[in-house]
């Protein structure tokens, strides 16, 4: 069989143009990781089943293993590094580190993503299966009930979960997101 | 002047040292050294064999050889033999019957999902591709996973040629809680349960689970002449080290290594030797979970060194989640027979508790299944017996308080029918039978479960339970409540550390220790910054780099209990040092002072005349003061001639709704009070009992890797149909400590959480489900199926 060709695209990734020339076969995930060599996205199942590698694609979540990245040409990607780094941490990365909402770290990414996510989501009004008539600017009041349900894509095993809860009930006291 | 730390450390609830690195994603993982090497770094991916039995008849490799990118496809017809040299004595977390599998040197197959061979390619996307294009062919035998057929045979005996049961080969090493043995009798167990006022009889199953953390295993290796260095997921570096020195038969490392396999330290037979260099090298700064699957250095880590030696280029290998089912081990099978028996009072008179147990056919594994029942409540008649069952699966191994977990759920779920049988509160019954000592007499050095129970019964709210089952009813929900102990051994084994203090006022702490999750880095910075008198952030802790002095493994809850004090003992150490050149030195305020006179307290050297602080101290030295220790027992603690037996204790309540209508199960609150000694960081240990308690409601409800019995293969083998637990499932939970300093065990009296967070959870979870609905589920997982 002939070698697949390359196709070209550009990606923003954290507000960078990338200019790529990528098999076409290979996932966002991957790009991120090996081509860009931006790690803060994990890999954990690679099928869509543990959200460790959310990232923002065009200011949605998405599990980025599931996504080509040839089809992300003239789209916007924020991962994690794009959120926040050690020094300048995003106030829901504080608020992951303040009420421990992880151990080991590998899912933790994801779920800042996913959590930074469901704020702008839960702001603008988008239901869940907890509350279909969530209305826009109720993201301060999200029950715990709500949050579990909207973080439900990103399996932590180390069972961090209270925590992650706790991060978000706080975040979203305190974060104004951007209106979708 | 240089900055102290005047309040105590340890015992302060402490935010993670590597908290900001872990939310932003900047731990660096084993995979993600990748980022180190360019257009160098190759990409290996597996070819896994379907046939579950049999041998390799033919492999094809010639389209994936000619696929682009595509540098080499290793098969056992094309790798190199391999010495894969035997330790002089093996390591705990290694079966001591059989023999590792070695893919790619024999063409033979004893599980579907077998690693059959390696696609070595320039870039992932072509490894992947070019692996679907092998062909293997496998002169297929007949495969046998059927646990419950299986158990029901003959035991084996040396005429049969592959024998179906059989007591382990090696079992205990003495009498110790530690140790498998086959059988242990107490009393007259028999007679004592057929004449008993009230006895239980149950069957137990609990079926495969697998340690799934969410990081997969991986491994990057280089070669550099004959010096390997491998970033690996692991939680044990030294060990792993070990192994790939006798796996390339590396013989100055293994003599170096023979030595510390005996537990001696590192730096001291470099110092004997003469060795300066290491010629394998493993280096994991991050452990993303593990629960016990990096206990063990598996085939995958061995074939990626193997391929970057043949290509003479790194090579990085990572493993699908489909291949975590099958390659790095899973919590066997088992099947568990328990009869209790007590008087009219509720005292237990016999307790009989057997266990059949799956490993696979190249290697014994063995787990502490009825070792709880050994030492969890006063018994005057006791027998366990313990049978292993090879089947045509991997090697199974441990899983977060392997043994311990199953068995004492079997144990916890027959006392709750024993109480029901009785009709006694469940909580009355366990109070009753608290024990003093382990079955063999030994007592036991510090146990505060009474207080436990009754911080639990509070929290939960136990006083209001009605006795009946299916009497409390909420709306569309029955709800229930209900109870188990827990019990996990203490254990401890030598370690070693280095401190090393800077004229710059900070210090450096290395151990070749691990970190998944529980929070390592931050405790071991709070115990050397508790020792040393500084605040913490002028303490930085290293680990994961088996050029650091010697840890033992990271799992059996021992990190804490080993490295913590070799840590202080470094700290200790390295003070001591100070001392020395201080009252030496004309310029210190402690000059010509006896160092026996001279004590540290909160920074500062004080001595008879004056006084300055440790960090002036070594600042006026002008060089670094370094030390080394090495502290604790050759062997596992557990092994050792002692005068006490070392657990910890603790109880699980759990309240549970089963939906009336579907059956549905769903845990809505769980207190978990354990008596684990001191507690060094509170955050990080409530941390690792919620942790624990979520996998133990996983295994409670929805956890179970099924295997088709017809092709011998996991039909659910991914993160989708193998349910672990959401957030949506995870309810509310607390966690409280009670108890006292062991310092019958070591120095800084912590006995360790993260197993003993696990054990316990499914059965107080079963038990609730029981009080809920009336039906008592044998079988885990407790699916609604089985609820309605
Ligand atoms: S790696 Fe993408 S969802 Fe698991
Ligand atoms: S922190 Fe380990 S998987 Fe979530």
Same mark, same amino acid.
Request: a negative charge; charged letters at 20%; proline letters at 6%.
């Given at each position: +069989?002939?070698?697949?060709?390359?196709?070209?695209?550009?990606?923003?990734?954290?507000?960078?143009?990338?200019?790529?020339?990528?098999?076409?076969?290979?996932?966002?995930?991957?790009?991120?990781?090996?081509?860009?060599?931006?790690?803060?996205?994990? *890999?954990?199942?690679?099928?869509?089943?543990?959200?460790?590698?959310?990232?923002?694609?065009?200011?949605?979540?998405?599990?980025?293993?599931?996504?080509?990245?040839?089809?992300?040409?003239?789209?916007? =990607?924020?991962?994690?590094?794009?959120?926040? +780094?050690?020094?300048?941490?995003?106030?829901?990365?504080?608020?992951?580190?303040?009420?421990?909402?992880?151990?080991?770290?590998?899912?933790?990414?994801?779920?800042?993503?996913?959590?930074?996510?469901?704020?702008?989501?839960?702001?603008?009004?988008?239901?869940?299966?907890?509350?279909?008539? $969530?209305?826009?600017?109720?993201?301060?009041?999200?029950?715990?009930?709500?949050?579990?349900?909207?973080?439900?894509?990103?399996?932590?095993?180390?069972?961090?979960?209270?925590?992650?809860?706790?991060? $978000?009930?706080?975040?979203?006291? %305190?974060?104004?997101?951007?209106?979708? | 002047?240089?900055?102290?730390?005047? %309040?105590?450390?340890?015992?302060?609830?402490?935010?993670?040292?590597?908290?900001?690195?872990?939310?932003?994603?900047?731990?660096?993982?084993?995979?993600?050294?990748? *980022?180190?090497?360019?257009?160098?770094?190759?990409?290996?991916?597996?070819?896994?064999?379907?046939? &579950?039995?049999?041998?390799?008849?033919?492999?094809?490799?010639?389209? &994936?050889?000619?696929?682009?990118?595509?540098? *080499?496809?290793?098969?056992?017809?094309?790798?190199?033999?391999?010495?894969?040299?035997?330790?002089?004595?093996?390591?705990?977390?290694?079966?001591?019957?059989?023999?590792?599998?070695?893919?790619?040197?024999?063409?033979?197959?004893?599980?579907?999902?077998?690693?059959?061979?390696?696609?070595?390619?320039?870039?992932?996307?072509?490894?992947?591709? #070019?692996?679907?294009?092998?062909?293997?062919?496998?002169?297929?035998?007949?495969?046998?996973?059927?646990?419950?057929?299986?158990?029901?045979?003959?035991?084996?005996?040396?005429?049969?040629?592959?024998?179906?049961?059989?007591?382990?080969?090696?079992?205990?090493?003495?009498?110790?809680?530690?140790?498998?043995?086959?059988?242990?009798?107490?009393?007259?167990?028999?007679?004592?349960?057929?004449?008993?006022?009230?006895?239980?009889?149950?069957?137990?199953?609990? !079926?495969?689970?697998?340690?799934?953390?969410?990081?997969?295993?991986?491994?990057?290796?280089?070669?550099?002449?004959?010096?390997?260095?491998?970033?690996?997921?692991?939680?044990?570096?030294?060990?792993?080290?070990?192994?790939?020195?006798?796996?390339?038969?590396?013989?100055?490392?293994?003599?170096?290594? !023979?030595?510390?396999?005996?537990?001696?330290?590192?730096?001291?037979?470099?110092?004997?030797?003469?060795?300066?260099?290491?010629? =394998?090298?493993?280096?994991?700064?991050?452990?993303? /979970?593990?629960?016990?699957?990096? $206990?063990?250095?598996?085939?995958?880590?061995?074939?990626?060194?193997?391929?970057? @030696?043949?290509?003479?280029?790194?090579?990085?290998?990572?493993?699908?989640?489909?291949?975590?089912?099958?390659?790095?081990?899973?919590?066997?099978?088992?099947?568990?027979?328990?009869?209790?028996?007590?008087?009219?009072?509720?005292?237990?008179?016999?307790?009989?508790?057997?266990?059949?147990?799956?490993?696979?056919?190249?290697?014994?594994?063995?787990?502490?299944?009825?070792?709880?029942?050994?030492?969890?409540?006063?018994?005057?008649?006791?027998?366990?017996?313990?049978?292993?069952?090879?089947?045509?699966?991997? %090697?199974?191994?441990?899983?977060?308080?392997?043994?311990?977990?199953?068995?004492?759920?079997?144990?916890?779920?027959?006392?709750?029918?024993?109480?029901?049988?009785?009709?006694?509160?469940?909580?009355?019954?366990?109070?009753?039978?608290?024990?003093?000592?382990?079955?063999?007499?030994?007592?036991?050095?510090?146990?505060?479960?009474?207080?436990?129970?009754?911080?639990?019964?509070?929290?939960?709210?136990?006083?209001?339970?009605?006795?009946?089952?299916?009497?409390?009813?909420?709306?569309?929900?029955?709800?229930?409540?209900?109870?188990?102990?827990?019990?996990?051994?203490?254990?401890?084994?030598?370690?070693? #550390?280095?401190?090393?203090?800077?004229?710059?006022?900070?210090?450096? =702490?290395?151990?070749?220790?691990?970190?998944?999750?529980?929070?390592?880095?931050?405790?071991?910075? +709070?115990?050397?910054?508790?020792?040393?008198?500084?605040?913490?952030?002028?303490?930085?802790?290293?680990?994961?780099?088996?050029?650091?002095?010697?840890?033992?493994?990271?799992?059996?809850?021992?990190?804490?209990?080993?490295?913590?004090?070799?840590?202080?003992?470094?700290?200790?150490?390295?003070?001591?040092?100070?001392?020395?050149? &201080?009252?030496?030195?004309?310029?210190?305020?402690?000059?010509?002072?006896?160092?026996?006179?001279?004590?540290?307290?909160?920074?500062?050297?004080?001595?008879? /005349?004056?006084?300055?602080?440790?960090?002036?101290?070594?600042?006026?030295?002008?060089?670094?003061?370094?030390?080394?220790?090495?502290?604790?027992?050759?062997?596992?603690?557990?092994?050792?001639?002692?005068?006490?037996?070392?657990?910890?204790?603790?109880?699980?309540?759990? @309240?549970?709704?089963?939906?009336?209508?579907?059956?549905?199960?769903?845990?809505? *609150?769980?207190?978990?009070?354990?008596?684990?000694?001191?507690?060094?960081?509170?955050?990080?240990?409530?941390?690792?009992?919620?942790?624990?308690?979520?996998?133990?409601?996983?295994?409670?409800?929805?956890?179970?890797?099924?295997?088709?019995?017809?092709?011998?293969?996991? &039909?659910?083998?991914?993160?989708?149909?193998?349910?672990?637990?959401?957030?949506?499932?995870?309810?509310?939970?607390?966690?409280?400590?009670?108890?006292?300093?062991?310092?019958?065990?070591?120095?800084? /009296?912590?006995?360790?959480?993260?197993?003993?967070?696990?054990?316990?959870?499914?059965?107080?979870?079963?038990?609730?489900?029981?009080?809920?609905?009336?039906? @008592?589920?044998?079988?885990?997982?407790?699916?609604?199926?089985?609820?309605?």
């Amino acid at each position: +069989m002939s070698p697949p060709s390359t196709v070209s695209v550009t990606i923003t990734v954290n507000g960078e143009a990338q200019r790529l020339d990528l098999d076409p076969r290979a996932s966002l995930l991957d790009t991120l990781r090996l081509g860009l060599d931006l790690n803060g996205t994990k *890999k954990g199942c690679n099928q869509g089943a543990c959200g460790a590698c959310t990232v923002l694609l065009d200011g949605e979540r998405v599990n980025a293993c599931l996504v080509l990245a040839v089809t992300c040409d003239g789209q916007k =990607v924020t991962t994690v590094e794009g959120i926040g +780094m050690p020094d300048n941490l995003h106030p829901l990365q504080d608020a992951f580190v303040e009420h421990d909402g992880f151990q080991c770290g590998y899912c933790t990414p994801g779920q800042i993503v996913s959590g930074v996510a469901l704020l702008a989501e839960a702001a603008s009004g988008q239901p869940s299966v907890v509350d279909v008539d $969530l209305s826009p600017d109720s993201a301060a009041q999200l029950s715990d009930e709500e949050i579990s349900e909207r973080m439900s894509g990103n399996i932590c095993r180390c069972g961090a979960y209270p925590g992650i809860r706790a991060a $978000l009930r706080q975040a979203a006291q %305190t974060i104004q997101p951007a209106r979708a | 002047m240089t900055t102290t730390q005047t %309040t105590p450390i340890i015992g302060q609830a402490t935010r993670r040292v590597t908290g900001p690195l872990k939310v932003s994603g900047q731990a660096t993982y084993a995979a993600e050294f990748s *980022k180190d090497f360019g257009p160098e770094l190759a990409h290996g991916v597996l070819v896994t064999t379907m046939a &579950a039995s049999g041998r390799i008849s033919s492999i094809d490799t010639e389209q &994936a050889e000619a696929a682009p990118g595509v540098v *080499k496809v290793f098969t056992h017809l094309n790798a190199p033999e391999l010495p894969y040299e035997e330790p002089v004595m093996r390591p705990q977390v290694q079966p001591q019957v059989g023999d590792p599998l070695r893919p790619l040197q024999t063409d033979q197959i004893f599980f579907s999902g077998q690693t059959v061979a390696v696609v070595v390619a320039e870039t992932l996307e072509q490894a992947e591709h #070019a692996a679907t294009l092998v062909r293997v062919t496998v002169d297929e035998t007949a495969a046998d996973t059927d646990l419950h057929a299986a158990h029901q045979r003959p035991e084996a005996d040396e005429k049969q040629d592959t024998p179906r049961v059989s007591a382990p080969k090696k079992p205990a090493e003495n009498g110790k809680m530690t140790g498998r043995p086959s059988d242990v009798t107490v009393g007259d167990p028999d007679a004592a349960f057929e004449s008993a006022a009230h006895t239980v009889d149950l069957d137990v199953e609990i !079926k495969t689970l697998v340690n799934h953390p969410i990081e997969p295993h991986a491994t990057i290796a280089w070669w550099e002449g004959n010096t390997l260095t491998v970033h690996d997921k692991t939680q044990w570096v030294d060990n792993a080290r070990h192994k790939l020195a006798l796996a390339f038969g590396i013989r100055q490392e293994e003599i170096d290594l !023979k030595v510390d396999a005996l537990n001696t330290v590192k730096d001291a037979v470099e110092g004997v030797l003469g060795v300066q260099e290491s010629s =394998v090298r493993v280096i994991t700064p991050f452990t993303g /979970g593990g629960f016990g699957s990096g $206990l063990r250095t598996w085939p995958h880590t061995f074939l990626t060194a193997m391929a970057a @030696r043949e290509l003479d280029r790194p090579v990085r290998l990572v493993l699908t989640r489909a291949e975590m089912f099958t390659s790095v081990g899973h919590r066997p099978h088992n099947l568990q027979r328990v009869r209790l028996a007590a008087d009219a009072d509720g005292r237990l008179q016999s307790v009989i508790h057997e266990g059949w147990q799956e490993t696979s056919l190249y290697e014994e594994y063995t787990m502490n299944l009825l070792n709880t029942t050994r030492m969890a409540y006063a018994t005057p008649n006791l027998r366990t017996t313990y049978r292993l069952v090879p089947l045509n699966i991997q %090697t199974p191994t441990s899983m977060r308080a392997p043994g311990e977990c199953s068995g004492a759920h079997a144990l916890e779920v027959a006392m709750d029918a024993l109480a029901y049988e009785i009709g006694m509160d469940p909580l009355e019954l366990r109070r009753r039978n608290n024990a003093t000592h382990d079955v063999q007499g030994t007592p036991f050095s510090s146990k505060h479960l009474a207080e436990a129970y009754d911080l639990g019964a509070e929290k939960i709210g136990w006083a209001d339970r009605p006795l009946a089952p299916r009497s409390m009813r909420d709306g569309d929900d029955w709800v229930g409540l209900g109870v188990s102990s827990t019990f996990y051994p203490a254990n401890r084994m030598k370690a070693s #550390a280095s401190a090393r203090l800077l004229p710059d006022g900070t210090a450096q =702490v290395h151990s070749a220790a691990s970190d998944m999750g529980p929070g390592t880095y931050v405790s071991m910075t +709070m115990v050397a910054a508790d020792t040393l008198g500084l605040p913490l952030d002028k303490v930085k802790f290293a680990l994961g780099d088996s050029d650091f002095p010697h840890a033992p493994v990271h799992g059996g809850s021992m990190t804490m209990a080993s490295v913590g004090p070799a840590v202080k003992a470094a700290c200790e150490a390295a003070i001591q040092a100070v001392i020395e050149l &201080a009252v030496d030195d004309d310029a210190s305020p402690l000059a010509g002072a006896s160092a026996d006179d001279v004590r540290l307290e909160h920074g500062e050297l004080i001595g008879p /005349g004056g006084r300055e602080t440790l960090m002036a101290a070594v600042a006026r030295h002008g060089e670094p003061v370094e030390a080394t220790a090495s502290l604790g027992p050759n062997k596992l603690q557990a092994l050792m001639p002692s005068d006490y037996a070392f657990h910890s204790y603790g109880c699980v309540f759990a @309240r549970v709704r089963v939906d009336a209508r579907t059956g549905e199960p769903r845990v809505e *609150k769980v207190v978990a009070v354990n008596d684990v000694g001191k507690v060094i960081n509170p955050t990080t240990a409530a941390s690792q009992t919620i942790g624990g308690v979520v996998m133990g409601i996983g295994m409670a409800l929805m956890e179970e890797a099924i295997l088709d019995p017809n092709f011998h293969r996991y &039909a659910n083998d991914t993160l989708a149909e193998y349910h672990a637990l959401t957030n949506r499932d995870a309810p509310e939970i607390e966690a409280h400590f009670v108890g006292e300093p062991d310092y019958e065990l070591n120095p800084l /009296g912590a006995r360790g959480v993260g197993e003993i967070a696990t054990v316990g959870t499914s059965s107080a979870v079963v038990n609730a489900i029981y009080h809920a609905t009336g039906a @008592r589920v044998l079988s885990l997982p407790a699916t609604l199926d089985k609820l309605l």
